[in-house]
Antibody
Framework: EVKLVESGGGLVQPGGSLRLSCAAS????????MHWVRQAPGKGLEWVSY????????YYADSVKGRYTISRDNVKNSLYLQINSLRDEDTAVFYC??????????WGQGTTVTVSS | QSALTQPASVSGSPGQSITISCSGT?????????VSWYQQYPGKAPKLMIY???NRPSGVSNRFSGSKSGNTASLTISGLQAEDEAEYYC???????????FGTGTKVTVL
């Protein structure tokens, strides 16, 4: 079964940092690019970041450039998102997703990040 | 970055057909046939319903169909059922500074 499982979310104070993880199974992770997508409470989906299979190509949404860092470990079949200088507006459910045919065909269940003092 | 524009809500009675529109700029659509559609229930992860404008993944009902004309893509749900009540998002690759963009989302209500 193809599966993505996010972890690492939690309650963090403004200005803090967090590292989200996404564990992949059931497919050859090392050959697949990956996305992070977030969804603020009651809001729509927002694409956050993309990383190619080799980590050679990385993109970020303008809203997170400079504070978010995407990375991956193809030996551990894991995707990561480092979030620094957390702000209230980073409060969201974060999903990892696998690209397929210019779409995202597999999604994790999401991990919740709450920024609050 | 600018999101693709969708109507906030669309409703229909069981058995009817409804269409959700998704409007963007030439940079969002013209260069790529990469429009996809997602269904999301409250508290759940999105599910891919349509990719590359009009293709259905295995397991998705043929009541769901997609199309595109110029800078507007559409998702049509025919034979509307109670289980179709959910939020729907379009998305596309873009040649703008943000390479991937989602729509604003449409709440589908089955009357």
């Amino acid at each position: 079964e193809v599966k993505l499982v996010e972890s690492g979310g939690g309650l963090v104070q403004p200005g803090g940092s967090l590292r989200l993880s996404c564990a992949a199974s059931g497919f050859t992770f090392s050959t697949e690019p990956m996305h992070w997508v977030r969804q603020a409470p009651g809001k729509g989906l927002e694409w956050v970041s993309y990383i190619s299979s080799t980590s050679r190509t990385i993109y970020y949404a303008d809203s997170v450039k400079g504070r978010y860092t995407i990375s991956r470990d193809n030996v551990k079949n894991s995707l990561y998102l480092q979030i620094n200088s957390l702000r209230d507006e980073d409060t969201a459910v974060f999903y990892c997703a696998r690209p397929h045919s210019n779409a995202m065909d597999v999604w994790g269940q999401g991990t919740t990040v709450t920024v609050s003092s | 970055q600018s999101a693709l524009t969708q109507p906030a809500s669309v409703s229909g009675s069981p058995g009817q057909s409804i269409t959700i529109s998704c409007s963007g700029t030439s940079r969002d659509f013209t260069d790529y046939d990469s429009v996809s559609w997602y269904q999301q229930y409250p508290g759940k992860a999105p599910k891919l319903m349509i990719y590359e404008v009009s293709n259905r993944p295995s397991g998705v009902s043929n009541r769901f169909s997609g199309s595109k004309s110029g800078n507007t893509a559409s998702l049509t749900i025919s034979g509307l059922q109670a289980e179709d009540e959910a939020e729907y998002y379009c998305s596309s690759y873009s040649s703008s500074s943000t390479p991937f963009v989602f729509g604003t989302g449409t709440k589908v209500t089955v009357l």
